[in-house]
């Protein structure tokens, strides 16, 4: 073969980062019709009949069972639930440039992670690249500090806690694409958004007896284009890269792509939607990214040094 499965998994997690770091600004498009709720139900909708046509079209046979979805529910509380609802919520109070920084601090999260999980261990340049990294978004936070609401505050909670779930499922999701097939895992995954967020979403309007505005944002088609893209690239296109890279790269690697997404989504912020950026916005960026480049390049030469010891002192 001219390329391996190696080269295809780092092309996938270039993809997953690109697809992810426009998916912030069609959040943000698609929540001008509608609530965060119906955004994620309607999302998960065309996720999952996309996956039906694809699998009716291809012919593919899954080899998913009951058991192996009970077995799914628990990661997927993090990856798509918790994620995507609280990046959806976040992103009601938060420009899309201000989220990719926050994003940018996914390889940092599933670093200090594996960690913890798994045992794994840091140097200490790794520590101080670690600390740049996150001062880097202290420095952003803290020169906005005199304008920033509370609403602006919870956003940032949110997608903090949104980027710290999806580098949890990074962890987790590492062995279980060891023991299941990327199609299997993708087509679950997808199964269960939908179902979770069509059915918070219909509760919601019968509580509020609204019913009958579920289905009214999909004649914007502004707002269409948005989730189409969302459910289609963003959610089932995505979930089989990122499936299919965590196949055959750690975690961490995978989650430095993140640099890519954190650049595309303050490009998409700052031009599609106006969103202003100020010298810190381009100061905190440049911290974050130093500090995801210093903990990755140090983590490949202490991999490369306990794989041949004989070239250590």
């Known amino acids: 073969m001219i390329f391996s499965r190696r080269f ?20 943000k498009l698609a929540l001008r019709y509608t609530s965060p709720l119906d955004v994620l139900a309607d999302r998960f ?8 046509i694809i699998l ?20 997927s509380l993090l990856n798509p639930c918790f994620y995507f609802l609280t990046q959806a919520l976040g992103l009601t109070s938060l420009p ?16 200090l992670l594996a960690a913890f999980l798994l045992k794994e261990k840091t140097n200490g340049i790794q520590k101080f690249s670690i600390v740049l990294s996150v001062s880097g978004v202290l420095f ?36 279980m694409t060891q ?11 997808i199964f269960i958004g939908f179902i979770s967020f069509n059915f918070m979403a219909l509760i919601n309007h019968l509580i ?11 004649f914007h088609p502004l707002f ?13 296109i995505t979930f089989f890269l990122s499936n299919f890279a965590l196949s055959e790269i750690q975690a961490s690697k995978f989650g430095a792509f993140t640099n890519l997404t954190t650049i595309i989504s303050i490009f998409s912020g700052a031009v599609f939607l106006n969103e202003n950026l100020y010298y810190y916005h381009y100061v905190g960026a440049v911290l974050v990214i130093l500090g995801v480049i210093g903990v990755n390049i140090f983590s490949v030469i202490r991999e490369s040094e306990t794989a041949n010891p004989k070239n250590q002192l």
């Open 8 to 27: 295809f998994a780092y092309l996938s997690a270039v993809l997953f980062s690109t697809i992810i770091g426009f998916s912030f600004m069609f959040v």
């Open 45 to 52: 909708t065309l996720a999952f009949l996309f996956s039906m």
């Open 56 to 75: 009716l079209a291809a012919g593919i046979r899954l080899s998913i069972h009951l058991r192996d979805v009970l077995r799914f529910l628990p990661i």
């Open 96 to 111: 899309a440039t201000e989220a990719g920084i926050i994003q940018a601090l996914l390889p940092i999260f599933t670093l």
């Open 140 to 175: 952003i936070f803290l020169m906005m500090g005199g304008h920033l609401g509370e609403a602006r505050w919870l956003g940032i909670l949110l997608f903090i806690l949104s980027t710290l779930s999806y580098a949890g499922y990074n962890v987790l999701a590492r062995a």
């Open 179 to 189: 023991k299941y097939r990327m199609i299997d895992m993708t087509y679950i995954m």
């Open 208 to 218: 509020q007896g609204t019913l009958s505005q579920y289905v009214q944002p999909f």
């Open 224 to 236: 269409f284009i948005s989730v189409l893209y969302l459910g289609v690239f963003a959610s089932f």
